[in-house]
C-alpha cells in the first residue's frame, strides 16, 4: 500500500496527461525512472498501485487532481485510496466520520484493531493475517491519514475543507464518496444540492 503517494502521483498523472495511455505511462515511468527508486522491482511495485489508484478516479477528478490546490490533491488520492481499498473506505466511514460526528476526535490504534477484529468476521482472508503483518497495515493506513490531512500528528481527527469545485466533481461522480472525509451532516447536505 505505499503512503499517499502525493508528488509521485503527480508525476506519474503528467505523463497520463501527455500519453493518455496508463500501459504507455507505466512503460515511460519505468524507462526514465521518474519515482527515483533504487531498484526495478521497488518501481514496478508502487508504480503499479499509484496507477490503479489513479484509475479509480474519473477524468473530471484526475483534471483537479492536475490543476487542483495541494489541498484538494490530497483529499483526491484519499478518495482514490478508498475507491482502491474497500476495507479502508469502510474504516472512513464507520470508524474516522462516526467519531468525528460524536465528538470524539481522537483516533487511537485501538479503533483501528477493534474495527480490524469486527470484519475479519465476514472476510475470512483478514484471519489468516499475522498480527506483524496487521501491525503494519495499521501503521500504512495512519501514514497515509496523516499525509492526506484527515489525522494530525498526534492522532486528531482534522474537519475536512472540502473546496466547492472538489465537492462539485465528487457528487457528480457519487455523493456517498463524501462520507470518507470528516464533515458534518449539515455539509453533506449542502452538497447534495
Known amino acids: ?14 505523463l497520463f496527461n501527455i500519453f493518455h495511455n496508463w500501459n504507455e505511462v507505466s512503460q515511460r515511468a519505468l524507462e526514465s525512472n521518474i519515482l527515483q527508486s533504487r531498484t526495478v522491482s521497488t518501481s514496478k511495485r508502487a508504480l503499479r ?37 474497500v476495507f479502508i473506505h469502510d474504516f472512513a466511514v464507520e470508524v474516522i466520520r462516526e467519531r468525528y460526528l460524536t465528538l470524539k476526535h481522537d483516533l487511537p490504534n485501538e479503533e483501528f484493531d477493534t474495527f480490524y477484529n469486527s470484519k475479519e468476521q465476514w ?12 501491525s503494519k497495515l495499521r501503521n500504512v493506513l495512519f501514514k497515509i491519514l496523516r499525509e ?30 463524501l462520507l ?3 464533515i458534518s451532516d449539515i455539509d453533506l447536505q449542502k452538497a447534495d444540492r
Not at 54 to 76: I, P, R, W
Not at 150 to 169: E, H, Q, R, S, V
Request: negative net charge.
Open 1 to 14: 500500500m505505499g503512503g499517499l503517494f502525493h508528488s509521485e502521483s503527480i508525476k506519474i498523472l503528467e
Open 180 to 182: 470518507i472525509f470528516p
Open 123 to 134: 472476510y475470512e482472508e483478514l484471519e489468516k493475517i499475522a498480527e506483524s503483518t496487521k
Open 49 to 85: 498501485e499509484i496507477i490503479a489508484r489513479l484509475k479509480t478516479l474519473t477524468m473530471d477528478e484526475l483534471d483537479l487532481l492536475s490543476n487542483g490546490s495541494v489541498h484538494d490533491q490530497k483529499y483526491l488520492l484519499w478518495l482514490s485510496t478508498c475507491r482502491r481499498y
Open 148 to 177: 492526506a490531512e484527515i489525522i494530525d500528528a498526534n492522532k486528531l481527527i482534522l474537519p475536512a475543507m472540502l473546496t466547492n469545485d472538489l465537492i462539485g466533481c465528487i457528487a457528480k461522480h457519487n455523493i456517498n464518496d
